[in-house]
């Protein structure tokens, strides 16, 4: 049942991935770079101390993106955990390896207008498998004994850091903490010197520097546009004067147009025309904001609107809303029956 399950999840983030627009089958793949330390439970005079472990947690995966803003993978890798102690007779130090499956999610929270990163938040969990070994040694008078224990053990790494949205994929740069979930240790050691033992013990804990990677599969899959006929005036419309109003630069490549009249209603009546074809023809504006979604092109996109009258007071003003990286932006198209007004969405 639970394998059922898994695979039903897969097929589900797949399909996803593959049918609809907002969402990007993608890869990841993820580094941690960390320090544990293991904790003495008896300490009593052997002159044994710590030096930091230190810590690669390497796992890849596939899952999807949201929007470009949220994710969820599903990972699997290895963990090389080393532990390293100094004694009064040389240095001893111990790695194991060992496998780890676990989902992560994250969300990207924009920093400030037009920023070139945002704020990464996201956490990990999943299991570590681990092995039973035990392994002895002797350096110097000090007899070691170093003893893992399994079988397995949940564990949950929450993040924070910056990320680096590009064309087909992410970078992702930040801080975690992994905390096994678990109150015993998966590794014991007992140093031994003269009849007298110090114990210490690991739990696989540490606190590192998390980069992961993400690469979009699916390239974007825009939806088919229900387009309306050109507008009667369509040649009038191109051979005016056009102006060039807002431009933006934008991660995201789904984004929303909202028009409406916010001055007084006189009966303006416009028409839309987006890179190659009009997608609103012969609208009144109203109070009402009338919603265009877009799906933008890499490179350079152009909304261009077109009076079609200029209502009973002049010209034709048009309020326009669009949210770039996160925030709110209002501007006012200003058109004529001589010109046009373009705004300029540049997908970076």
């Not at 394998?3 to 589900?12: A, I, K, M, P, Y």
């Not at 049918?19 to 544990?36: E, T, W």
């Amino acid at each position: 049942m639970k394998w059922s399950l898994t695979s039903l999840l897969f097929v589900g983030l797949f399909q996803l991935g593959f049918s609809q627009p907002d969402f990007r089958l993608a890869y990841a793949i993820k580094l941690d770079v960390g320090a544990n330390f293991a904790k003495f439970d008896d300490r009593q005079d052997l002159n044994v101390s710590q030096k930091v472990g230190s810590v690669l947690d390497l796992t890849a995966g596939l899952g999807v993106r949201y929007k470009e803003r949220y994710g969820i993978f599903a990972s699997s890798g290895g963990v090389l955990d080393s532990y390293s102690f100094r004694l009064d007779s040389g240095e001893y130090s111990i790695s194991s390896i060992t496998w780890k499956v676990n989902l992560s999610a994250f969300a990207l929270i924009p920093i400030k207008k037009n920023a070139h990163s945002d704020i990464h938040i996201g956490v990990d969990v999943g299991t570590v498998f681990y092995g039973p070994d035990t392994e002895g040694e002797t350096i110097g008078n000090y007899s070691i004994l170093a003893s893992a224990f399994g079988p397995k053990s949940n564990v949950i790494s929450p993040e924070i850091g910056l990320v680096k949205t590009l064309p087909r994929g992410a970078m992702h740069m930040g801080l975690t903490y992994s905390y096994i979930l678990r109150d015993s240790a998966t590794v014991n050691f007992a140093f031994t010197k003269d009849g007298i033992t110090n114990y210490a013990r690991g739990k696989g804990d540490y606190l590192g520097l998390r980069v992961r990677f993400i690469g979009d599969i699916t390239p974007p899959n825009p939806p088919k546009l229900k387009l309306p006929q050109p507008p009667a005036e369509m040649k009038d419309f191109m051979a005016r004067e056009t102006r060039v109003g807002r431009t933006f630069s934008l991660k995201r490549r789904v984004v929303k147009l909202r028009l409406w009249d916010q001055a007084e209603l006189d009966g303006d009546t416009i028409s839309v025309f987006y890179n190659d074809h009009f997608i609103l023809v012969d609208h009144a504006l109203t109070r009402k904001k009338k919603v265009l979604k877009l799906y933008l092109h890499n490179g350079t996109n152009t909304i261009m609107v077109c009076a079609k009258n200029e209502g009973t007071i002049s010209p034709n003003t048009v309020a326009c809303r669009i949210y770039v990286r996160g925030r709110q932006e209002d501007f006012i198209f200003s058109t004529s029956m001589v010109r046009n007004e373009t705004l300029i969405l540049n997908l970076d």
